[in-house]
């Protein structure tokens, strides 16, 4: 069974302390790992893809990486509209929907 | 419209009562799911379409739920007799291809069974 397990459940910052967000995944054959962005009473937005070991990707203030058994979203010098939950998810072969994680709840204070 | 819109944003249903839930997905978007999230979890896979096929219904939770898209475009989403715990925000997304990996989402409905 696919597990998506993301820590920490919580992080609080100060603006400009830049940090990262862990996704721990076991899945039969990736076919892609996602992150995504959600603001109280939204949707979650897409943030990125990653499909293979040693990818990344890179938005603003945001960059995913992957390895073989997690991947980490890194965010440097946060702003306060940075706050928001931060979910990931994976896809696996054969598969048409995404496992998700429970979510990291992101707050960057001013 | 521009994004995916779904509706009511809010439903209160009694124990027993049956629901219904829409989404109009973006223009064009073949592939659209349904993911339910309860408080303070991730979305849960609910089912698949791939325009007017339904190819993945693995994730319902039982047989009181049921979806349709019958014209390859709108989808609802059908509760019957509902309980407690279908208490939950559900999400609807809708994407370019099958395996498009970019799927847009909607605000989602609140439902709340009392």
């Known amino acids: 069974e696919d597990q998506v397990t993301q820590s920490p459940e919580a992080l609080r910052l100060q603006e400009g302390e830049s940090s990262s967000l862990n996704c721990s995944y076991t899945v039969s054959g990736l076919r892609g790992l996602f992150w995504y962005r959600q603001d109280p009473g939204k949707g979650p937005e897409f943030l990125f893809t990653?499909?293979?070991a040693g990818e990344e990707k890179e938005k603003e203030r945001l960059k995913a990486t992957l390895t073989k058994k997690e991947s980490f979203l890194h965010i440097t010098a946060p702003k306060p509209e940075d706050s928001a939950t931060y979910l990931c998810a994976v896809r696996r072969g054969g598969a048409d929907g995404l496992t998700f994680g429970k979510g990291t709840h992101l707050i960057i204070q001013p | 419209g521009a994004g995916v819109s779904q509706s009511p944003r809010y439903k209160v249903a009694k124990r027993g009562q049956d629901v219904a839930l829409r989404c109009d997905p973006i223009s064009g978007h073949v592939s659209l799911f349904w993911y339910q999230q309860a408080l303070g979890q991730g979305p849960e896979f609910l089912t698949y379409f791939q325009n007017e096929a339904q190819l993945d219904k693995s994730g319902l939770p039982s047989d009181r739920f049921f979806a349709e898209r019958p014209e390859g475009s709108v989808s609802t989403l059908k509760i019957q007799r509902t309980q407690q715990e279908d208490s939950a925000v559900y999400l609807c997304?809708?994407?370019?291809?099958?395996?498009?990996?970019?799927?847009?989402f909607g605000q989602g409905t609140r439902l709340t069974v009392v």
């Open positions: 997304a809708s994407g370019m291809g099958r395996l498009n990996t970019e799927a847009f």
């Open positions: 990653l499909y293979s």
